[in-house]
């Protein structure tokens, strides 16, 4: 559910690493389609922009995507395909999604405002806030600190890997505990000693929001509505908990069981198996708002945001570093920009804004099923819109 390509393309919708078989996965609250669908695209003016959108719906067999983008002259927003298989209804901007891991950012975001008022110590070891929480195999809260956790490095097992897809599919409603999730994790070795390597790990999510809980005496999520959603007025933006729709206007989410087979419709699904580190909603006009406010420095005093934007490489070949809960990339146009991707059952999404003023996003409603180029059309699609001049604001 959290990051990385779409599972039948190798690695898990929930995260990197695991894998996903959804032959005959459809269940009592998941409907296939019959058959292909045409997909519709929208009818703005053909461009490089929309070009790279339609690609995702064209070649890579999302019924349907959407893009804004925006800086300082206006906002584009764009759109392709259908939100709906079942009745062909177009694909609309403003619509709202799950977006994964781009929950890292807001999550990140929290615990280093928490770090600013002396609250939480990045290189304190997690066991200061979850005494005996931690502890498992050879896994120790006690050698393991909070930026560790924030920035992969922590070697902990990344849960996703261990549970079974199948059942996830085949029960999408389901409760899962957050503390259930980690003990699943801790039943393994560590992939390496704490700050000696980088892999992705949703389950240092699972401890964040629970040092955020322990510290605040609040869940995460009403941290999050508290010290983001509501400053910045994100009206699209929530974080459900065990709420299994999304709330008003939003596509079907999809997943393909088979490179042949129908689409399965899995919109009605229960987050928590994400948590902290993907359970969250959006739309494309709150990512850019919090993208731009969060690299502009409006979320975090300039302390706090350079321990976020401190980064290290992770070994991919596109020369992505990840920080604390953000990642740094390489723009074909030259620069950096700043975001993060996401995948869940339903949606796959990315999102990016420059330090000059860029910000854009794009979901797809597919996810795992697409082809094998569908993440790296995706991103080709978002660093076109942050390489591409908005046209000026019209009045």
């Known amino acids: 559910m959290l990051n990385g390509k779409s599972a039948l393309g190798g690695t898990l919708a929930l995260a990197i690493g695991g894998s996903l078989a959804l032959g005959a996965l459809v269940s009592g609250t998941a409907h296939a389609s019959s058959g292909r669908f045409a997909a519709a695209t929208s009818k703005a003016p053909s ?9 995702l719906t064209k070649a890579d067999g999302a019924p349907g995507a959407l893009l ?7 906002r584009t927003a764009l759109t392709s395909g ?76 990344d849960y996703v890997a261990l549970l079974d897809q199948k059942d996830i599919v085949a029960h999408p409603l389901a409760h899962h505990d957050a503390r259930d999730l980690l003990n ?8 390496f000693k704490p700050g000696d390597g980088w892999r992705y790990s949703n389950t240092g999510y699972l401890v964040a929001g629970m040092i955020i809980e322990r510290v605040t005496g609040r869940p995460y999520g009403a941290e ?26 939003h596509p079907r989410g999809y997943v393909r069981p088979s490179p042949d087979g129908p689409l399965v419709d899995i919109t009605s699904f229960n987050p928590s198996v994400a948590g902290a580190g993907g359970g969250m909603v959006s739309s494309t006009r709150d990512l850019d708002r919090f993208l731009g ?19 290290r490489l992770t070994g991919d070949s596109g020369g992505r570093a990840y920080g604390l809960g953000l990642e740094s990339r390489e723009l074909p146009c030259g620069g ?44 080709t699609a978002l660093e076109t819109a942050l390489c591409t001049p908005t046209p000026p604001a019209t009045h």
């Open 47 to 55: 461009g490089p922009l929309q070009d790279a959108l339609d690609q």
């Open 68 to 74: 804004e983008a925006r800086d300082r002259r206006g």
């Open 82 to 157: 259908v939100a709906d298989v079942q009745n062909g209804a177009p694909m609309r901007s403003g619509s709202r999604f799950r977006i994964g891991s781009m929950t890292k950012m807001f999550t990140a975001t929290v615990m280093l405002q928490l770090v600013g008022e002396g609250r939480v110590a990045l290189d304190a070891p997690v066991e200061r806030y979850l005494p005996g929480v931690v502890r498992g195999a050879d896994n120790d809260g006690r050698e393991i600190t909070v930026r560790q956790v924030l920035q992969h490095t922590s070697g902990l097992p």
């Open 184 to 191: 699943l994790a801790l039943s393994r070795p560590r992939t």
């Open 224 to 249: 999050v509505r508290r010290r983001v959603i509501a400053p910045l007025g994100l009206r699209d933006t929530s974080v459900p908990g065990d709420r299994t729709e999304i709330a008003g206007r």
């Open 293 to 311: 406010a969060l690299v502009r420095g409006k979320l975090l005093r300039p302390a706090e945001l350079r321990q976020m934007m401190a980064t």
């Open 336 to 379: 950096l920009y700043w975001g993060h991707s996401g995948d869940i059952f339903g949606f796959q999404t990315m999102g990016g804004a420059t330090s000059d003023g860029r910000q854009a996003s794009v979901m797809a409603n597919l996810d795992p099923g697409g082809s094998r180029a569908q993440s790296r059309d995706m991103r």
